[in-house]
Nanobody, 128 residues
Framework: QVQLVESGGGLVQAGGSLRLSCAAS????????MGWFRQAPGKEREFVAT????????YYADSVKGRFTISRDNAKNTVTLQMNSLKPEDTAVYYC?????????????????????WGQGTQVTVSS
C-alpha cells in the first residue's frame, strides 16, 4: 500500500505561482513513477506531469510545458509540482498518483489507468 497526501493548493491571481507537494508513505520503494493529474468542474481528469521515482525522466502535458516543473525528493518521499505563470484555465483539483508498474516509455504514464494509488486532491483556483 502507498498513501499519498497532497498539499499546497489555494487561490492565486493569474500570473502567480503555487507549489504543490505530495507526501508518500507506505511501500514507496515499489513505485516506478509519480504523476500529477487535474480535474476541472464538468471536465474529465487530465494528465499534467509525471516523473520516474528513479532517474530523471519527466514528461509534461503541452498545456503546462514551460510553466510547471515536477521534481522529487526520494529521501523525503515527496513529489513537488512547481506551477508558475498560472492561468485561470489551470483551475482544478490536482491529484497526485503513484504507479507500480514499470513501462519503458515514460509517455505511458500520461494514462491515469496506469496508476495504482491516488491522493485525495488539493484545490487550485486561479483568478483572472
Amino acid at each position: 500500500q502507498v498513501q499519498l497526501v497532497e498539499s499546497g493548493g489555494g487561490l492565486v491571481q493569474a500570473g502567480g505561482s503555487l507549489r504543490l507537494s505530495c507526501a508518500a508513505s507506505g511501500r514507496t520503494f515499489s513505485s516506478n513513477a509519480m504523476g500529477w493529474f487535474r480535474q476541472a468542474p464538468g471536465k474529465e481528469r487530465e494528465f499534467v506531469a509525471t516523473i520516474r521515482w528513479t532517474g530523471r525522466s519527466t514528461y509534461y502535458a503541452d498545456s503546462v510545458k514551460g510553466r510547471f516543473t515536477i521534481s522529487r525528493d526520494n529521501a523525503k518521499n515527496t513529489v513537488t509540482l512547481q506551477m508558475n505563470s498560472l492561468k485561470p484555465e489551470d483551475t482544478a483539483v490536482y491529484y497526485c498518483a503513484a504507479a507500480l508498474t514499470y513501462y519503458s516509455g515514460i509517455y505511458y504514464y500520461t494514462d491515469g489507468h496506469k496508476y495504482d494509488y491516488w491522493g485525495q486532491g488539493t484545490q487550485v483556483t486561479v483568478s483572472s
